[in-house]
């Protein structure tokens, strides 16, 4: 099987993965805020503990997954339940019953809320954790592991890019269909691509005889390099949710231009699907470590021009989505690129992967929850509520959406700095 085939079947789940994360995290937010009429505070501590709750089942996942990887029936079987029942999920949390009830009743649809976000995030979960160890075991020299991450990232922007279009333009129901048809797509693709290492009979005996709690959980912690990639991960991390959780509310509020929400969204993910091989040709050169580093004052620059932004300026604000998507490919293809390397270096390969990704997911919604969790309460306590006109809540939503996101990179360059000669982040 040729490198490139084996690299976009390995990395077609990364398109309906990426798919359900832009409704979930980005869409559900004005969904549940604007369409359903809750309240942004009540919604924000939801969204914030059911975040928590999910991020906290990663690691577990995570040691379960290591089991799964060396046997080829289990993992088919446990990646296809996953599929089915995010697809469900995702279908009865956009479309509560209670929703077109005479009287919307608020602690209701925010106990469904909370219930069917629980189910959803579990199973997709399992299949994030899954897909990315299963990634990082197939493992190669630095510039193997970009263009692996690579293809995963592409498919994943890719996916984006239609869920922007299909939530937007389309509706909830096509957004639930495709949902559907790529995840059984992309799990077909998987189990036809290349096999994780360790899965001979031999490895699968000895993995059934320690079970799935052989990986000691807190195993990733114990490198200092893994935990110096993950302080630099969750602080480059929360610069970039905060964001993705306001951009809506700042589109529709301060520019005043919510029919041109899709081609900004749209613009912003082609430029980073466009920009993913000129940075995998970066990493190899500089490597990923100042690549990363690259982007992030990339990034930097954008988000500042945020800051003078007001009604009507279409144009700018094009202008940053498209510098802010050319950054975002440092953020997609860098940090991946260095945790296999990580887990190689620690002597960890073919062993431990699951427990790695499941720290990394862990992260990674670690980030999302706080984003939720602070910034709306926060907005909410400021004065800014959907819709709001005066200009003290207006400058509250630019300082969150554009300020805070330069202060966590800043932070973020620091860190890359100080760590630039780690041999285990080389």
């Given amino acids: 099987m040729s490198g490139a085939r084996s690299n976009a079947l390995y990395g077609l789940l990364g398109l309906p993965l990426a798919f359900v994360a832009m409704p979930l995290y980005v869409v559900l937010p004005a969904h549940y805020g604007q369409t359903l009429g809750v309240s942004l505070g009540a919604l924000g501590a939801v969204l914030l503990l059911t975040r928590l709750a999910d ?22 079987l446990a990646v296809l339940a996953a599929a089915v029942v995010l697809a469900l999920g995702f279908v009865a949390l956009f479309f509560p019953p209670m929703a077109w009830a005479p009287m919307r009743h608020q602690g209701a649809l925010l106990a469904w809320c909370a219930f069917t976000l629980v189910i959803t995030f579990l199973a997709y979960s399992l299949l994030s954790v899954a897909h990315l160890a299963w990634g990082t075991r197939l493992g190669g020299d630095v510039g193997q592991r970009a263009r692996l991450v690579a293809w995963r990232e592409g498919f994943g922007l890719f996916g984006v890019l239609a869920a922007n279009v299909l939530a937007t333009q389309a509706g909830l129901a096509w957004t639930s269909a495709v949902l559907a048809t790529t995840l059984l797509l992309g799990v077909w693709a998987l189990l036809r691509g290349p096999a994780p290492a360790g899965t001979t009979a031999a490895a699968a005996a000895a993995a059934t005889a320690l079970g799935p709690a052989r ?58 699907a466009l920009s993913v ?84 997911q862990w992260a990674t919604k670690l980030n999302l929850a706080l984003a939720a969790g602070l910034a709306l309460p926060t907005l909410q306590a400021l004065g800014y509520h959907p819709g709001a006109q005066d200009p003290g809540a207006l400058m509250a939503l630019t300082l969150a959406y554009g300020g805070l996101p330069c202060v966590f990179k800043l932070v973020a360059m620091g860190a890359c700095w100080r760590w630039r000669h780690h041999p285990a982040l080389a």
């Fill in 55 to 76: 991020a906290l089942i990663d690691p577990l996942l995570g040691r379960w997954v290591d089991h799964l990887l060396a046997h080829a029936g289990q993992r088919r």
């Fill in 215 to 272: 990986v000691p959980l807190g195993l990733p912690w114990r490198g200092s390099g893994f935990r110096r990639l993950m302080a630099l991960f969750l602080v480059n991390g929360v610069a970039s949710a905060i964001p993705a959780t306001l951009v809506l509310f700042f589109i529709q509020d301060r520019l005043k231009a919510m029919d041109a929400a899709p081609l900004f969204l749209g613009l912003y993910f082609l430029m980073a």
């Fill in 277 to 360: 091989p000129w940075w995998v040709r970066c990493i190899a050169r500089i490597g990923a470590m100042r690549s990363w580093a690259l982007g992030m004052g990339m990034a930097l620059a954008s988000f500042a021009g945020v800051l003078w932004l007001g009604e009507g300026d279409r144009a700018a604000y094009i202008a940053i989505c498209l510098a802010g998507g050319w950054a975002l490919g440092a953020d997609l293809t860098a940090p991946g690129t260095l945790l296999t390397g990580v887990v190689q270096r620690a002597g960890h390969a073919g062993q431990a992967e699951g427990a790695y990704a499941g720290w990394w």
